[in-house]
C-alpha cells in the first residue's frame, strides 16, 4: 500500500528555534496539506498546498509559518520561531482526485511530535 | 464554519458486542471520513463517504445526507478495535479543501 513518510518521527527544540518537518508525499498525489493535534484536542487543519501554492489556510496558520515544495518529492512545514504552544503532532496528508469519478484517495502521514522547551 | 460533534465522547464495551459511533456535521459537504487512531498517533483512513453506506470486513459506515449525519458500526467488537475513531468532514464546492475534524470517540473493548 502506497504511504507517506514524514521526518522526523519526534523533534525537541527550544522556544524561538526555527523547525522544518518533512514530509514525502504519495508520488502521484497533488494535493497536500499540514495538520496539527495539540496532546488531548482534536486534529486541527493548517494549510493545503496545489500547483506550487498554498490553497487554503486556516487562522492558526500565521506569518511564523511557512510551507515548500521545494524538489518534487518533499513537503516541508517550517515553524520560523517556535513557541511552547507550539507543541503538537504534525500530520502531512496528500490527496489525488479519481479520474473519471468524484472520489479521491487520501492518505496520512505517520506524524511528527514536536516538543517546544 | 462547519462544526462535526460525535457521540459518545468515550465508550467501554465487552467483546462481541455491536459498536455505534454517531457523527452530524452542520452544513453541507463533499465527502465524510471516517478515521482510526491508535495511541501512538498514526492515523488511517477506514472509510471515504459521500452517500449511502460502504462496508469493509466488520466496519460498517453509513451517511445520511439530508440529516447531516453519519454512523460508524463496528460488528463482533474485538479488543483490537480499542483505539480513538474520528469523524472529519470536506467541505462542500472546496476542490481539496482540509478537513474539519470532531473531537473523536475513545473506544475500549474488554475482553
Known amino acids: 500500500e502506497p504511504e507517506v513518510t514524514q521526518t522526523p518521527s519526534h523533534q525537541v527544540t527550544q522556544m524561538g528555534q526555527e523547525v522544518i518537518l518533512r514530509c514525502v508525499p504519495i508520488?502521484?498525489?497533488?494535493?497536500f496539506y499540514w495538520y496539527r493535534q495539540i496532546l488531548g484536542q482534536k486534529v486541527e487543519f493548517l494549510v493545503s498546498?496545489?500547483?506550487?501554492?498554498?490553497?487554503?489556510k486556516s487562522e492558526i496558520f500565521d506569518d511564523q509559518f511557512s510551507v515548500e515544495r521545494p524538489d518534487g518529492s518533499n513537503f516541508t512545514l517550517k515553524i520560523r520561531s517556535t513557541k511552547l504552544e507550539d507543541s503538537a503532532m504534525y500530520f502531512c496528508?496528500?490527496?489525488?482526485?479519481?479520474?473519471?469519478?468524484?472520489?479521491?484517495?487520501?492518505?496520512f502521514g505517520p506524524g511528527t511530535r514536536l516538543t517546544v522547551t | 464554519k462547519n462544526e462535526v460533534e460525535q457521540s459518545p465522547q468515550n465508550l467501554t464495551a465487552q467483546e462481541g458486542e455491536f459498536i455505534t459511533i454517531n457523527c452530524s456535521y452542520s452544513?453541507?459537504?463533499?465527502?465524510l471520513h471516517w478515521l482510526q487512531q491508535h495511541p501512538g498517533g498514526g492515523i488511517v483512513s477506514l472509510f471515504m463517504?459521500?452517500?449511502g453506506k460502504k462496508k469493509h470486513g466488520r466496519l460498517i459506515a453509513t451517511i445520511n445526507i439530508q440529516e447531516k449525519h453519519s454512523s460508524l458500526h463496528i460488528t463482533a467488537s474485538h479488543p483490537r478495535d480499542s483505539a480513538v475513531y474520528i469523524c472529519?468532514?470536506?467541505?462542500?464546492?472546496?476542490?481539496?479543501?482540509?478537513?474539519?475534524f470532531g473531537k473523536g470517540t475513545h473506544l475500549i473493548i474488554q475482553p
Open positions: 452544513v453541507g459537504i463533499s465527502a
Open positions: 496528508a496528500s490527496l489525488v482526485w479519481l479520474s473519471g469519478s468524484l472520489s479521491y484517495e487520501q492518505y
Open positions: 498546498f496545489y500547483n506550487n501554492e498554498i490553497s487554503e
Open positions: 508520488s502521484n498525489h497533488l494535493y
Open positions: 463517504l459521500s452517500s
Open positions: 472529519a468532514v470536506r467541505h462542500s464546492g472546496g476542490g481539496a479543501d482540509g478537513l474539519t
